[in-house]
């Protein structure tokens, strides 16, 4: 019991610090929406996509872009990862390259969507890297 006291004690001053550090964020988001644009994905460096929400048909987040595989004799993939906490309970899927659209600012912001929606990425198979 008394670890979960000193619980609040501890995290107060983080939360604290990541408001102050993300207060530039917040005043950046308030300005209004951002233009985006259609990108090629040719060209587009893996680095850049890693990171990147992927938004489904709906408009709602399905998961982020968590790594790009080349295939030699077929389409490119995405694996994108979805839920858990870090590596806990994160279950990935594999997307078509094909299936995502991806966009970007003005300032260099990416942004990904595809047609899918929750329904039929609960239905895609698992990814397990090898």
Known sequence: ???LFALPLI????????AQENSGLAQTLSVGPAEFS???IDG???ERLIGTMITGSDGEGLGEI???VIIRDGPDKLVMSMGGFGELSTRKVLLNLDDVQIEESEDGVLRATTPLDQTM???LSDYESA
Do not use: F, G, N, S
Request: hydrophobic share 45%; glycine share 0%.
């Open 1 to 3: 019991m008394r670890i």
């Open 66 to 68: 968590e790594d790009v």
């Open 121 to 123: 990425i609960d239905q």
């Open 11 to 18: 995290l107060t001053p983080c939360l604290q610090l990541h």
């Open 38 to 40: 259609e990108i090629p």
């Open 44 to 46: 587009l460096e893996a």
